[in-house]
Structure formats: C-alpha cells, structure tokens
C-alpha cells in the first residue's frame, strides 16, 4: 500500500488532518503494537466475519477474542499498514478489489454492533474487544505523568423543545477548557460535525486552536507551554475516518 497510511480520503479540512497524520505515521509501528498486545512473533488470525454476523443475528454475545477480532476489519478497512497485514494474513494480496472488500467487510461489523447496541446493548468483552483493537490505530504514545481527559458523545440522541429536537451544547469541550483555566492538564479528544451541528473540533478551532501538528516535538512544545493539547480523531488515528466517510454515527 505505499507509505501512506491512510485507506480513505476525506475532503475540505478533514483532508488537512490526514496530510498532518501522515506525518505523524513516520513513528507508527503496526507490528510493534501488535506484539505488545498479542506477544513477539504472534500472528494475527481473524474469525471469519460471517460467523462473527450470524452469532450475533442468533442473539449471542461476542467473546473479548471475536470482538477484537471483528475490529481488526474495521481497522483494515481505514489502516493501509493493517490493511497490508490483517489480508496478508487472511493469504489475499494488496488490490483495488481487497481494498473494496476491505472497506465492506469493516463497514458490516460496525454497522453490525452499532445495531446490537441500539437493539439489545454490548456487553463488556464485547466493548473491551473492540477497544483493545482500537487501540492499535493509534499513531503515536504521548507520555505525561497526569493528564485528565475528556471526550464527547456527539451521537447523543438530543432532547424534544419546540416540536422539534435539539441536540446538547459541547460539554466535554467547555469542561476541557475550564479544566485547564484551573491549572490541570487537560487532553481533549474530538472531532468535526457529524450528527451534531457543531462538533468539538469545529468549537476549538473557533476559539483559534491549532489541531493539525505535524509531529511529537511540536506537540510536546505545546504540552509543555500550557498543559492543554487537543487531539481530532482524524489526526491521531485512521479509524473515524469511516464514520465521516459514511456520515453516520457509529
């Protein structure tokens, strides 16, 4: 797949945080993170998606194993690096054709537990599984020995005023501020508008944040001067991509 690390291009100013994540990538190690969570020389072997989809149509709950394994498609459908290791170890080859299937298959299984979340809720392997695997697509470590950190729920369902729904105010991105007026450190995680008419992003980058670093030393420059750091979701990891790409909230 190149060096790039990105499997889906967004438009307008998502565009200017992927250019500013590929940057980011030259410190990203799939391999290396996959050993830390699997053991040295472990070799990645995914359930096939169509029992992980039949499980759950037939009223089961995933195992934290069949959960991690269901968001390695996610990841490889929006990860050109786990794209490359996720299919060469399902024994397919780096194609237009793959990348299709690749795109698909992520797109059923998260389609597939945001439905099992709305009808009958996930349990906590399941929530767990998928996290740990999330984990993976993060691009860089970030140490601090304290931070506090805040992050939305821009697919809050909203509340009925005026025959008509109205959605909630940035709250984790005013508490991030305030947080930080006080002295603490703060790291804000969030992105642009999805199902809301204002996302977190768009707020901070109101307010004349910067959010497009290019890399570690020039993010610890602005840890160090201020103790607040905000991280967008399409910066910092390849993942959020396909709710953008889809437009829903998953």
Known sequence: M??????ITLEHEKREKQEARECLAVMYDVRARLAERMGSGAILELEKLQ???RLVKLGKNLTFEQAFSGMCYVLAATNAHFFDL??????GIGSDALRE???AAGTAFIQLMAAKEALRSLTSDEIAGMVAASLLDTLFRFDVPK???TCG???DIGFHADNSVQKTINVSTLSAIVLSA???PVIKHGSYSNTSAVGST???ERFGARTSMRSLKEIERIWSACGFCYFDAHWCKTIHDLSHLLMVEL
């Open 147 to 149: 931070v506090i950190e």
């Open 2 to 7: 190149g060096d790039r690390i990105s499997l």
């Open 86 to 91: 996720c299919w060469s170890a399902c024994g």
């Open 51 to 53: 029992w992980l989809d």
């Open 153 to 155: 729920m821009g697919g």
């Open 101 to 103: 299937k690749a795109l």
């Open 182 to 184: 006080l002295g603490l």
């Open 202 to 204: 768009d707020a901070i």
